[in-house]
Each structure stands twice: as C-alpha cells, then as structure tokens.
T-cell receptor, first 112, second 112 residues
Framework: DVKVTQSSRYLVKRTGEKVFLECVQDMDHENMFWYRQDPGLGLRLIYFSYDVKMKEKGDIPEGYSVSREKKERFSLILESASTNQTSMYLC???????????FGPGTRLTVT | EDQVTQSPEALRLQEGESSSLNCSYTVSGLRGLFWYRQDPGKGPEFLFTLYSAGEEKEKERLKATLTKKESFLHITAPKPEDSATYLCAVRRSGGSNYKLTFGKGTLLTVNP
C-alpha cells in the first residue's frame, strides 16, 4: 500500500511566522503535490513537483513556496503566514503516467 | 477551463436505500476521471479511475460509470459506514496533464 505521511495533523501559528509543512511518501513516486481544501471551494492545487528539485506552480501559488531535495520528501513553506492561509493542507503523490494520486492524512493549519 | 460539478451537495439515505451520485464534467480531452472518498478530518482515499465512456468499475457496494459528459457513483444497499464525502476529479489530455480538477463533493449520510 502507498503511504503518504505529513509531519503534523494540527498546527497553530501566529501571523508573520514562517511555517514548514512536510510530506513523505514511501513508494518511490516521481510526482508530488500540495493542495489546500476549504469549505465551499474544494481542493485547489498549490504546487506540483515532477522530480527532485523540479516544481511547477498550481492554481494558487501566491504566498507559498516548495522544496524537493529528495525524491520521497516534498515541503510546503509559508514564508510569512497570514490568517487567510488557515486551511486544511493535503499532500499527494503519484507515479509518472495517467494514474491516481494518493493523499496523506492532511494538516489542519490555523493562523492567528 | 475544466469544470466539475457534483450533485447533490448532500444526500441522506436510510440503510439499504440505494441511490446515485452525479459528477458532470467539462474538459478538453478527458484523460481520466477519478472518484475519491473522504472521511471528516482525513485525506481523500482513492476509489476508482475511469478512462473512457462506457467503462464501469465496482468495489463492494459502489459502482462507478462514465459517459462523455458525466459519471455516476451508484451505491447499492448502503451501510452507515459508507457515510463520507465523495469527490470526483478529472484529468485533461495535453499541457499540464498531471493536474486534477476536483468537484466540491457530495456529503453522503447513511442512517441506520
């Protein structure tokens, strides 16, 4: 079974803090994704990585950056957290090709 | 722009009462339609992938079907443990074909 883990289930941060969310997958997948999920808006793609050190912007990259130094690990960085970044953050991974994405358990981030 | 519309937004069934969830989509060249189940506070769990009109997939009490404009998730004799939000997503051919566009989901509640 594919296993995608995220570093925290719940996180509370203050406005202006730098926040790191980490995701690890154990299936040697080439592709990894970061989404946020908000009520009424559904899942929206923030960033995507198709290889180590490679990344592409998704639909809502503003205010976020990512890092992928190792194949199994994909980090989402909030440079200066703001209250409108309070959300559920979901990481996913996928083998190259037309296949399904597998999701982690999510991190519920609250920025106060 | 790709669009995915799920209906109804919420559905309440009695245990054993079969029904269907709808996913209507608009995409330039479908390269896969995906169904996920999401329990509260957790990441989406992959259920099915459908690639072409006429295709059907089954898993326990769930059956997914696909036409050129929509997909149905049929639930036969549901049980309370089938209660969850069901998400539909599409992938288009060409361009950034890794990307999934998600619908907002149908919240299914099955009462005992």
């Amino acid at each position: 079974d594919v296993k995608v883990t995220q570093s925290s289930r719940y996180l509370v941060k203050r406005t202006g803090e730098k926040v790191f969310l980490e995701c690890v997958q154990d299936m040697d997948h080439e592709n990894m994704f970061w989404y946020r999920q908000d009520p009424g808006l559904g899942l929206r793609l923030i960033y995507f990585s198709y290889d180590v050190k490679m990344k592409e912007k998704g639909d809502i990259p503003e205010g976020y950056s990512v890092s992928r130094e190792k194949k199994e690990r994909f980090s989402l960085i909030l440079e200066s957290a703001s209250t409108n970044q309070t959300s559920m953050y979901l990481c996913a991974s996928m083998v190259a090709g037309d296949y399904e994405q597998y999701f982690g358990p999510g991190t519920r981030l609250t920025v106060t | 722009e790709d669009q995915v519309t799920q209906s109804p937004e919420a559905l309440r069934l009695q245990e054993g009462e079969s029904s269907s969830l709808n996913c209507s989509y608009t995409v330039s060249g479908l390269r896969g339609l995906f169904w996920y189940r999401q329990d509260p506070g957790k990441g989406p769990e992959f259920l099915f992938t459908l690639y072409s009109a006429g295709e059907e997939k089954e898993k326990e009490r769930l059956k997914a079907t696909l036409t050129k404009k929509e997909s149905f998730l049929h639930i036969t004799a549901p049980k309370p443990e089938d209660s969850a939000t069901y998400l539909c997503a599409v992938r288009r051919s060409g361009g950034s074909n890794y990307k999934l566009t998600f619908g907002k989901g149908t919240l299914l509640t099955v009462n005992p």
